[in-house]
């Protein structure tokens, strides 16, 4: 299978932006997006560390962590609704609409707001721009987080290694989290589809035993499909090395026959 290579349209802009709401962008997975930042303009508001992070390392905890900070549903509603109709007026097309940018979306307080006010836009501007979340599946024991999930039309869900001591060099959770919550979350959502970044260096999650392990994991959440993919920019940490092609192709292979899941390569 041929890895799928990046569209080309715009330059994916700095994450601490202006605005909470930043693109179009192009993204590796989905090509042209536009890209709702729920994380302060000023620090990345994540529930892990990882080592691998493109937005740099988490340096607030949780607890410290202020929604005064956030920006708020209104907020959010104005600067969407203002990227949509520039879109709509220049590029002609209705793009979809992601929760990412720095951090772990499900993290703000108003969550369910904002995916609610966010639909009720898309609804009425922009019809068929289809929403999505990406998250870490941190918060997936909060009833609120898994209902607004299921209210979007995509969720992404961070699955990089299938083992607890893997998660906490790799991914560093900043909350009491393991592998174990995280199949058992996925299996309240109405489906999902994982997303796996893989790397090398002194955290690693290539080894034959680490991709056993993260297959039997992928196996039990049964996503519709897995993403794979590797670092793109500069990591949070100057460890960290970018799986290849080749590896990446490799890891593809091995789910898809032990368990006949698809599974799509990024480059």
């Not at 992601?98 to 009425?124: C, K, M, Q, W």
């Not at 790799?170 to 997303?195: D, E, M, V, W």
């Amino acid at each position: 299978m041929t890895a799928l290579r990046k569209n080309t349209f715009t330059e994916l802009p700095r994450f601490f932006a202006e605005s909470p709401v930043y693109g179009p962008f192009n993204s590796r997975r989905y090509g042209p997006s536009l890209g709702i930042n729920l994380s302060s303009l000023k620090e990345k508001a994540c529930s892990m560390n990882c080592v691998f992070c493109e937005a740099g390392p988490t340096n607030i905890r949780l607890k410290e962590m202020k929604a005064s900070s956030l920006p708020t549903p209104e907020n959010i509603v104005e600067k969407l609704r203002i990227k949509i109709e520039h879109s709509l007026r220049t590029e002609k097309v209705q793009l979809p609409i992601h929760f990412s940018g720095a951090g772990e979306p499900t993290l703000h307080p108003y969550f369910d707001e904002i995916v609610d006010a966010v639909i009720n836009l898309r609804n009425t501007v922009t019809p068929d721009s289809p929403i999505r979340v990406f998250t870490n599946g941190t918060f997936f024991d909060q009833r609120k987080v898994i209902s607004s999930l299921n209210r979007v039309d995509e969720r992404i869900v961070k699955v990089d290694c299938g083992r607890d001591s893997t998660m906490k060099s790799l991914n560093r959770p900043l909350k009491r989290f393991t592998t174990a919550k995280l199949s058992s979350g996925c299996r309240l959502l109405k489906n999902c589809i994982t997303q796996s970044l893989f790397v090398k260096g002194p955290a690693s999650n290539l080894s034959d035993d680490e991709i056993e392990l993260w297959i039997e994991l992928i196996g039990i959440i049964k996503p519709l499909y897995s993403q794979i993919y590797s670092i793109e920019r500069q990591p949070s940490e100057p460890f960290v090395v970018e799986a290849t092609e080749d590896e990446l192709e490799m890891v593809a292979a091995k789910l898809r026959k032990r368990t006949g899941i698809e599974c799509r390569v990024f480059i």
